[in-house]
């Protein structure tokens, strides 16, 4: 069975072979058309080795090694989720500490006031001593 596919395939790699060479030199006007298709096909080939090489590689360094080396790489996957976690988690706390700082600094004074002329500040004042 396997020897049957084999030569198939062979057989029909010979035969687009053939063809392909043959049009070549006969037909002048498709030359570059085949030139430019057997660039395609010879770097579709150059890719899928390079992916095979890797994925080989891939698949060597990681069935050869220890079992203990697979709990360490567990061990250390979720230690760096924890810190990725903790690292989300603490500008949180920073926000809420700042907006506490900003509650604090009301009592004292307005920052967003201070750009604008005194007039203005005045006026708006007044405007909020009327509200409240």
Not at 14 to 35: A, H, M, P
Not at 54 to 72: H, P, V, W, Y
Not at 96 to 101: D, L, P, Q, V
Request: net charge negative; aromatic share 6%; hydrophobic share 40%.
């Amino acid at each position: 069975m396997l020897n049957l596919i084999t030569i198939s395939i062979s057989l029909f790699l010979i035969i687009l072979t053939g063809w392909t060479v043959t049009t070549y030199f006969i037909k002048k006007d498709s030359q570059e058309v085949i030139k430019e298709e057997l660039t395609n096909l010879f770097d579709i080939c150059k890719k899928l080795f390079l992916s095979l090489k890797n994925l080989i590689g891939i698949l060597t360094s990681n069935s050869l090694s220890s079992e203990e080396r697979d709990i360490t790489s567990m061990e250390e996957a979720v230690s760096k989720k924890d810190e990725q976690l903790l690292n989300v988690v603490q500008p949180i706390n920073e926000i809420k500490e700042k907006s506490e700082e900003v509650k604090y600094d009301d009592d004292h004074g307005d920052d967003a006031l201070s750009s604008f002329s005194p007039e203005v500040v005045e006026v708006i004042n007044e405007e909020e001593e009327k509200v409240a």
